[in-house]
């Protein structure tokens, strides 16, 4: 089912997006005079150029300063429940107002029986630092800069956000939530559009993962719009404790997978877990300055060329309809996003879809390639204390915003969105 429909949906696609025009086609069209008025192009095109036309680099901007206040909403503290309360509040402000939410406990793994000691560390570190191979496959080329989390509260110049971070996590419950566009023909399948909503660094977690939060709640903004239908359901998931574990990821496969299409109660025409066509996450949106440079710091602007990173993993079960998928996203960027194009990598790693990657279609967006890029230093604010939302210029903002045109885009057409007229 999927992977047919995916194949068609890619047809259509890249028959939109360019494809040689059939001979009757271009018999009615060759007459057309240079200045005329374009033709009218296919009206779901329309529709879906509609959509991503309302999103708004304003609002995103501004729902990123909104997730700001709760700091680096470090799963396991009350800045994080308070976090995923706000959330909630916006989805419902928007017309999501069917929220459900996910709990789970949480335990944090048993340190190892015999520790390493800080030589035996030390040396892991710098072995690390040397090799060549990347998180999730792939290797890392070219100039490279430190990376890792910052686990010192102190190293926060800020006295208000260090205040603001200061509670520790502990073990316990946890919750997420995510609310669904629920489809009028198709109400019993529907895509995941996904994102973390938990950071930690001491930070105010702008970037990881404000920026993939953000843009998923305005998706659901711009999708929940009562003039918009969709054949199909969309869900919208800000996933909880993807730092340390993927943790509410997990949970909510775990919870859900089982349930998926089942019209409960029977009858009613209503399907708690709708079966799921494709899983699309998002972390880390906004920053693509390039490759360090060589004494280890950044460019200060956006690179002109930055671009959206789609990953699926080409080791998982679902690597074909996983590859599909991507290559539907790069075709949307290609039709819909303003300023920035995407590129595909097979490398999909440490995100929340790699729950989902042998279940069904899984891809992550990305500012940059997870493994051999951000994992070689690209981003110096990744986990560090100047993962704030001041960092950032509007060219970096827009580059999220360009990755929501990108998701919107190919979303819109995958559940067949339509605008009332
Ligand atoms: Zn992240």
């Not at 949906?9 to 009757?24: E, H, K, N």
């Not at 879906?48 to 036309?53: H, K, M, Q």
């Not at 419902?92 to 949480?106: A, D, H, L, P, W």
């Not at 502990?170 to 566009?181: A, I, L, M, S």
Request: hydrophobic share 35%; net charge neutral; aromatic share 6%.
């Amino acid at each position: 089912m999927l992977k047919s429909r995916i194949g068609l949906v890619t047809a259509m696609v890249l028959a939109s997006a360019g494809a040689p025009r059939s001979d009757a086609q271009q018999a009615s069209g060759a007459q057309q005079a240079p200045g005329a008025p374009a033709r009218p192009s296919d009206p779901r095109d329309e529709m879906v150029r509609t959509l991503i036309g309302r999103l708004d680099l304003e609002k995103y901007k501004a729902t990123i300063k909104g997730l700001t206040q709760f700091g680096d909403r470090r799963q396991g503290t009350k800045r994080n429940r308070d976090a995923v309360d706000w959330i909630e509040a916006q989805l419902k402000s928007y017309g999501c107002t069917n929220t459900e939410r996910i709990t789970y406990e949480y335990q944090p793994p048993a340190p190892p029986a015999q520790p390493l000691d800080s030589a035996a560390l030390a040396a892991r570190r710098a072995a690390a630092a040397r090799s060549t191979q990347a998180s999730g496959g792939g290797r890392i080329r070219g100039n490279r800069a430190p990376t890792g989390v910052n686990t010192d509260s102190l190293k926060q110049p800020d006295p208000r956000i260090r205040a603001l971070d200061a509670e520790p996590t502990t073990p316990g419950q946890r919750q997420e939530v995510y609310c669904t566009k629920v489809g009028t023909t198709h109400p019993e399948e529907m895509y995941i559009i996904g994102a973390h909503m938990d950071g930690h660094g001491y930070n105010q977690a702008a970037n990881d993962d404000g920026s993939g939060t953000a843009l998923v709640m305005e998706l659901a903004r711009v999708f929940m719009s009562p003039d918009i239908t969709t054949e199909r359901s969309i869900r919208f998931a800000l996933w909880n404790g993807e730092e340390g574990g993927l943790n509410g990821a997990k949970a909510y496969v775990e919870q859900r997978q089982a349930l998926q299409g089942k019209e409960n109660p029977v009858g009613s025409g209503k399907y708690p877990e709708p079966k799921w066509l494709g899983m699309i996450q998002h972390d880390m949106m906004m920053f693509d300055h390039g490759m360090p440079l060589a004494d280890g710091t950044l460019p200060k602007e956006q690179r002109p060329e930055a671009d959206v990173n789609i990953e699926f993993q080409k080791t998982s079960k679902m690597a074909a309809e996983s590859q599909a998928l991507a290559w539907l996203l790069h075709a949307a960027n290609e039709k819909y996003a303003t300023d920035y194009p995407a590129a595909v990598g097979p490398h999909m790693t440490n995100t929340d879809s790699g729950r989902f990657q042998d279940v069904v279609a899984a891809v992550s967006l990305r500012e940059n390639e997870r493994g051999a890029q951000i994992g070689a230093g690209w981003d110096p604010q990744w986990h560090q204390p100047t993962d704030l939302f001041t960092t950032y210029s509007d060219k970096d903002f827009r580059l999220g915003l360009n990755a929501a045109q990108t998701t919107g885009g190919a979303v819109g057409q995958l559940v067949g969105a339509t605008v009332k007229r």
